[in-house]
């Protein structure tokens, strides 16, 4: 079992849709947690970091659920622009030491 | 934006050759990380540093070495390539607030 994992998509959503990607982690003691966005052959970029109470960033929400080991995203009014791949990362011992990282799921918002 | 850079983007090189994948960053960051990403894939960590002069094998088994002499530079290097290499390499540093990535370098062994 990967110890981070997550639907590989795509998701095909029209603009204007709201769209949730989930995301499994196995090791309960993992301590922090990120969504990267990264677009074709290029390098991961961190969209946010999740806090366990749950954060807001203009259109994108994250929550995390420890007692499931499961985290979210959900974008809402989706544009063309955030077609990408969108990454679930964990650290075990918090902060940016030795990330694990998902396959990510794909996002295509057409016209 | 990073002030993190790779060379070279791409490589393209035979069989048996001795390659060097550069890294420099201008943040002054002591931990420094090299992934190996697949297309479609999940980038693993093949190396790590935690400051000049310290060296650490990540989680994914990989034949490539790495040397930290500077802060700034952490070269990633493969003594005799082989096609099972080709892959995107990316190499990236950490402070406080972040992870920066450099933009990799995509790597072909023929």
């Known amino acids: 079992r990967k110890e981070v994992e997550q639907d590989p998509g795509p998701f095909n959503v029209p603009e204007g849709a709201t769209v949730a990607f989930n995301c499994t982690y196995s090791?309960?003691?993992?301590?922090?947690f990120f969504w990267y966005r990264q677009d074709c052959r290029k390098e991961p970029k961190l969209l946010m970091s999740v806090y366990s109470s749950g954060n807001e960033d203009g259109r994108f929400t994250a929550q995390l659920n420890r007692a499931s080991q499961y985290i979210s995203l959900l974008i809402r009014d989706s544009k063309l622009s955030d077609s990408a791949t969108y990454l679930c990362v964990v650290s075990l011992s918090g902060g940016y030491n030795k990330l694990i990282f998902g396959a990510g799921t794909r996002l295509a918002v057409h016209p | 934006e990073a002030d993190i850079y790779q060379t070279p983007r791409y490589l393209v090189i035979g069989t048996g050759k001795k390659i060097t994948l550069e890294c420099s960053q201008t943040?002054?960051?002591?931990?420094m990380y090299w992934y190996q990403q697949d297309p479609g894939m999940e980038l693993h960590l093949i190396h790590y540093s935690y400051g000049v002069n310290s060296t650490e094998k990540g989680d994914l088994s990989s034949e490539s070495t790495v040397s930290r002499i500077r802060t700034e530079h952490f070269p990633l290097t493969l003594e005799s390539a082989r096609p099972s290499h080709t892959s995107q390499y990316l190499c990236?540093?950490?402070?406080?607030?972040?992870?920066?990535f450099g933009s990799g370098t995509q790597l072909s062994v023929l």
């Open positions: 990236a540093s950490s402070g406080i607030e972040k992870l920066f």
């Open positions: 090791n309960s003691a993992s301590q922090s």
């Open positions: 943040m002054g960051h002591d931990k």
